[in-house]
């Protein structure tokens, strides 16, 4: 059955709703006292593993602040359980064994995503029963390039010295990860929209770490062919390039249904970026949440004000809701959107 809330599906399809969809990256997470108190009792690791505790999770959001979305709670970096990679949360990842020569990289192992990660899927279908139509449910992973840059720094990166030094002193070696990692990602999202997930969203969050003529050159075409890929799964798919406003004309290149922005750019600069044939989605900066409620209204509202120049509108944060938030505050923003 589809969702009863139809209002972000139909933006995605460039249809204009009565009112503005909204929903959070990173709306299920540590800002909620619910979600605390369920990882006073596990780690993260076991919360990711647990499809229930997924389900309750995710609709944490859908019941408390009223978004027009779920997205599946989980983390980008489960998909190197499908490579045999440890990932320990600290709370920020590590990585204990990094790929960073040519003998790493033989000596990865490719599992089948569909197999490895089966318990990502029995998450997507806990959600969908427990969400019992109501909203639609957003999957989504890592692009290949943020994905590979924790698998070859080993953790959250400033300079990001070790995949750089990869792309520019090995780039026959780094794009053969990237190639492997594509594919990779394009069955592991396969296996979300095959579960049931309604849409998909694949995250760029480090693509801000490259200049933009040598993300044309080393990532695009990888980013390019997991884009073409999900044209043929029959779900929306919003790209979201994070970190550098120079980047949102690359990804305005890419046939994704929606374009994320971040806070880096204003959102009329970037609608005329990306044109007016096209969806947005975006672009509040979260930090903004810390601060008086009657700032985060006028700034709200004037992020729907310029996107009303798109084709569609998503509205969203620039980036994921900070952990410090006011839960209160987050739910008088959506009653803002919904009522621009």
Sequence with gaps: MPPRNQTFL???????PARTPIWLMRQAGRYMPEYRAIRAKVSFTELCRSPDLCAEVTLQP?????????????DILVVFDALGIDVRFEPSPVIATPVRTAADVNALQWGDP??????VYNAVRACKRALADRVPLIGFCG????????LVEGQTSREFEHIKGM?????AVFA????????????????????????????????????PADYREHVLPHLARLVDFTRNLGVPLILFVRGNANLLALAAELPAEVIGVDWSIDMDQAVAITGPNRVVQGN????LLLGPAALVERKAREVVAAARHAKAHIFNLGHGISRHTDPALARHLVEVVHSA
Aim: proline share 4%; charged share 15%.
């Design 176 to 211: 053969g990860l990237m190639e492997n990692m594509t594919t990779l990602l394009c069955e592991y999202l396969r296996g979300q929209v095959l579960a049931g997930v309604d849409a998909l969203q694949v995250f760029d969050s480090w693509a801000g770490a490259l200049a």
């Design 167 to 171: 792309i520019f002193s090995a780039p």
């Design 62 to 74: 859908v019941d408390y602040l009223g978004v027009d979305a779920a997205i599946l709670f989980s």
């Design 284 to 287: 509040l900066d979260p930090m």
């Design 143 to 150: 692009a290949p390039f943020t994905t590979l840059s924790y």
């Design 10 to 16: 139909q933006a995605c399809r460039g249809e204009r």
């Design 114 to 119: 569909h197999t490895e990660l089966s318990y």
